[in-house]
């Protein structure tokens, strides 16, 4: 299978959060498993459905619903949506940006195909709530980078930041033509212990927590200056959530960006060195994910998020790092 493509998609039956539950993700630092089942306590058992193209991993425990569903065939769509009573649908199927350059048919089609022609229209023929992911990398070389604002020039360099561009367009033209209740937040490169990178650019700050504690070393292949937007994925999913809870009155526009820590490679390494002090740093760059990063933000604002529904990120760098040891454990070696 192609790492970065058809990731799983939530699709969320309960119209009603149970609150007291929220901020479960706060309350262990652990995998997967524990952010879906917090959802599951939040909005309550049965009514988060997870799916995917592939049978989720063995090490994954999550004793809620999970089905098959192929983002590009409409009819499969259609029946969950239908048999399921579903109200929010969260898409994330996505091929990422390096490997969305090393297949650009598929990446059209996963990309652009299953989001335009399918879970746009099933969510408006059907009312839902949709959440789409954009990202970073929907700005481009003529974009302003440090910092980078929610309204500017986007003219990205490749498949996956135009079909990122495509979606927020097709998303809020849904919204303002139709009424489609589409919600979407740019993303920062994500970084998770419990994920392995998926074909990103911004893959190398997943992988040298993986290598330094296998191996004490880590060639990166992005330069020692490159400084991109990154975010811990309990923000991520935080951030998630809020927006898609926020009351319409709240939202100002439909497409934010958010933001928690921008850094470089050298700087990440510097706060890895803290738990790994042996740690061997080389660089190897790879002109094409260099290129990609050159032409991404240094710095997001996300002032909008803040303001119009109150977005506050809880992880910095040196937290960031702390956690992930705490997870992937500096001294397994
Ligand atoms: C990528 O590097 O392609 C993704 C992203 C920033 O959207 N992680």
């Known amino acids: 299978s192609i790492p970065g493509t058809l990731s799983p998609s939530w699709w969320k039956s309960c119209p009603v959060p149970c609150p007291g539950a929220a901020g479960s993700h706060r309350t262990r630092r652990g995998d997967r498993a524990d952010r879906v089942l917090g959802s599951e306590k ?26 098959f569903a192929d983002i590009l065939d409409y009819k ?12 929010w649908l969260f898409h994330y199927s996505a091929l990422l940006s390096a490997v969305g350059e090393a297949n650009v048919p598929l990446a059209r089609a996963v990309n652009i195909t299953g989001m335009l022609h399918n ?26 980078r440090d910092p980078t604002p929610d309204l500017c020039i986007q003219r990205p360099r490749t498949i996956y930041g135009v079909s990122k561009v495509h979606a927020e367009l097709m998303g809020e033209y849904y919204h303002y033509r ?12 994500i970084i998770s212990a419990d994920s392995q990178p998926g074909g990103g650019t911004t893959d190398y700050a997943v ?41 319409a009155e709240a939202l100002t526009m439909r497409t934010y960006n958010i933001s928690a820590m921008s850094f470089t490679p050298e700087e990440l390494a510097q706060e890895v060195q803290k738990y790994v002090p042996e740690l061997e740093m080389s ?26 529904w109150g977005w506050k990120h809880d992880y910095d760098l040196a937290e960031l790092v702390t956690t992930m040891f705490s997870y992937l454990g500096s001294d397994s070696r």
């Open 119 to 144: 879970v746009l229209d099933i969510a408006a023929e059907h009312n839902l709530r949709l959440f789409v992911p954009s990202t970073i990398g929907a700005f481009g070389p003529t974009s302003p």
């Open 76 to 87: 499969n769509l259609r029946e969950i949506v239908v048999n399921n009573r579903i109200t």
């Open 207 to 247: 992988q040298i927590f993986h290598d330094a504690i296998k191996t004490g070393k880590f060639k990166c292949y992005l330069r020692p200056d490159t400084r991109l937007p990154m975010m811990y994925i309990d923000d991520c999913l935080k951030a998630t959530l809020e927006i898609m809870e926020a009351p």
């Open 42 to 67: 939040r909005f309550g058992k049965n009514n988060v459905i997870l799916s995917d193209i592939r049978k989720p991993a063995d090490n994954v425990f999550y004793s809620g619903p999970f089905i």
């Open 283 to 308: 660089y190897n760059v790879d002109q094409v994910r260099q290129a990609i990063a050159d032409s991404w933000p240094m710095n997001f604002d996300d002032s909008n998020a803040r303001r119009d």
């Open 178 to 189: 139709y009424g489609l209740d589409f919600r979407c937040l740019r993303y920062p490169g």
